[in-house]
C-alpha cells in the first residue's frame, strides 16, 4: 500500500467503525472457537500486520509477533510501542516450521499475486492442530477505486476461498461474509461509480477510508457490534467481507 493509506490507517483505526468493528468481529469468532485462551496459552503471529492495532488484540490468547514487508508499516507499529517485529514476506516467512498455534492475516491475501504460496508459508508455520485467522475482500463486482488505491489484485467468493484453503491442507473451520447490514448499499454505489466510471485512481489515500460524524460513526459500529452478536450463532450468506476459520490438522 501507499505511505499516504498507511497514515490513514494509523490516523483512524483506532476509533474508527469499520476498523473498531471488525477488530471485535474478529476477536468473537476467535474467542468462539478457541474459548477465550489466556495470555500465554500459544505463540501467535500476525501476518502482513498494517500499522499493528490487531496485534495487540492477539495478546489475550498468547504473546505476538507483527510481520510486515512495509518499512512504514513497521515504523507505525515502533510508534504504537511494539517491539517483537519482523520485516518479511507473508510468501516467505522466516520461521521454523510449527512455529506458531495462532496466526492471522487481515486484509492481506488479496494484496498479494500469488495467493497459494501464502497459503503454502501459512501451512508450514502454523503448528499441527493449529489455526489461522483470514480477513478478505468479497465478490468482484464490488470492485472499486478502493481497490486499486491499496493494490488488492483480487476479490474472493466464499466458493473460492474454502477451495483456496483446502488445496493448502487446511481444514475449513468456519467461513462467513461479514459486513452484511451494509452489502446492499455498497454494492448500488459500486454499479453507480461504475455506469459513471468514477473507478479511476486519483490523489492521495483512500476515498473509502475516512471519519465520519460521530454519530454516523457511532450508528455503524452498532451495525457492525450486532453483526457479531449473530456470529456467535449463525454464519452470514453475503457480505462485503469475508471472514474464515482455518485448521491445520493434526497428524
Known sequence: MEKEVYQQFYDLERD????AGMRLIC???????????????TRCLDVGCG????????????PGWSLDFSPEALAFCRQRGMARLVRASASSLPFADGSFGLLTAL?????LDDDKGMLAELHRVCKPGGHVLFLTSAYQLLWSRHD?????????TDDQFRKLLEGAGFETVRSTYVNTVLFPL????RLV???????????????DVFMPPAIINRILYLVLWAEAKL??????????GLLALARKPSP
Open 193 to 207: 461509480q461504475r455506469m459513471l466510471g468514477t473507478t479511476e485512481t486519483a490523489g492521495s489515500g483512500s476515498p
Open 186 to 189: 455498497v454494492l448500488a454505489v
Open 16 to 19: 474508527q467503525w469499520w476498523f
Open 231 to 240: 456470529l456467535r450463532v449463525m454464519d452470514f450468506p453475503f457480505g462485503v
Open 51 to 62: 500499522t499493528g492495532l490487531w496485534t495487540k488484540e492477539l495478546e489475550r490468547f498468547g
Open 27 to 41: 476477536r468473537t469468532v476467535l474467542e468462539r472457537r478457541l474459548g477465550g485462551a489466556g495470555v500465554g496459552a
Open 148 to 156: 486499486e488505491i491499496v493494490h488488492h489484485k483480487r476479490r474472493y
Open 107 to 111: 486484509g492481506v491475501i488479496e494484496h
